[in-house]
């Protein structure tokens, strides 16, 4: 059997590490890399939560119109006339009589209660105020208390006597009614408006 002989055999280690430049530069990618998905989350979360306002804003708006006309053509199935809707039931919404117009609570459809808070057409006076939110039904309207909770929208409606030739205010056949909602999208205010003519069909 051989003998094997093993010399001490000495290994030069050369110490080694990052350079301060090389580590800055090595950190700086790592940051690069995590803030750049970040940035696009953000964003991507931003620009959602404001479609989804413009979404319920668009829904307010109609909602609103749809329940002028329906109140038009439920006044008129009851044996009501064209002037007695313009004069009694949207009068407050008028803007020759209240230039801020009203609100619309569909929620308390009542327009004989002498209490305001129980009443679905109000002029707005100087300010309307900001609509509020059953979180167990997911109406919205006026209602303060219980299930609801305030939200960011408001909601102007005001309306128009359109007039064709020679015809008196008195005697507008045509009406326009504009609605507004404003919200707020983080410091910013912003409004969708829809506008729709509404006729006397009698």
Same mark, same amino acid.
């Given at each position: ?16 590490? #990052?350079?301060? $430049?090389?580590?800055?530069?090595? $950190? ?18 931003? #620009? ?6 413009? $979404? ?137 408006? $829809? ?8």
């Amino acid at each position: 059997m051989s003998k094997f002989k093993i010399k001490n055999l000495k290994f030069k280690i050369t110490q080694g590490g #990052f350079t301060l $430049i090389e580590t800055m530069v090595a $950190i700086s990618i790592l940051i690069f890399s995590i803030l750049g998905p970040l940035t696009i989350v953000s964003r991507g979360v931003f #620009f959602s939560n404001y479609a989804k306002d413009q $979404i319920t804003s668009f829904y307010l708006s109609q909602e609103a119109i749809e329940y002028l006309r329906n109140r038009r053509d439920a006044n008129i199935i009851t044996s009501g006339t064209w002037n007695e809707y313009k004069t009694s039931i949207i009068n407050s919404c008028m803007v020759d009589t209240n230039p801020n117009g009203c609100r619309i609570d569909v929620t308390v459809p009542d327009s004989n209660s002498s209490d305001p808070s129980r009443r679905d057409i109000v002029s707005c006076g100087s300010l309307c105020p900001d609509l509020n939110r059953d979180i167990v039904n997911g109406f919205y309207g006026y209602t303060v208390g219980g299930n609801w909770v305030p939200t960011q929208f408001k909601r102007l409606v005001r309306v128009y006597k359109v007039l064709s030739n020679q015809e008196l205010p008195a005697d507008a056949n045509e009406l326009r009614i504009e609605v507004q909602v404003q919200w707020t999208n983080g410091v910013t205010t912003k409004s969708f408006t $829809i506008n729709e003519g509404l006729f006397n069909w009698q």
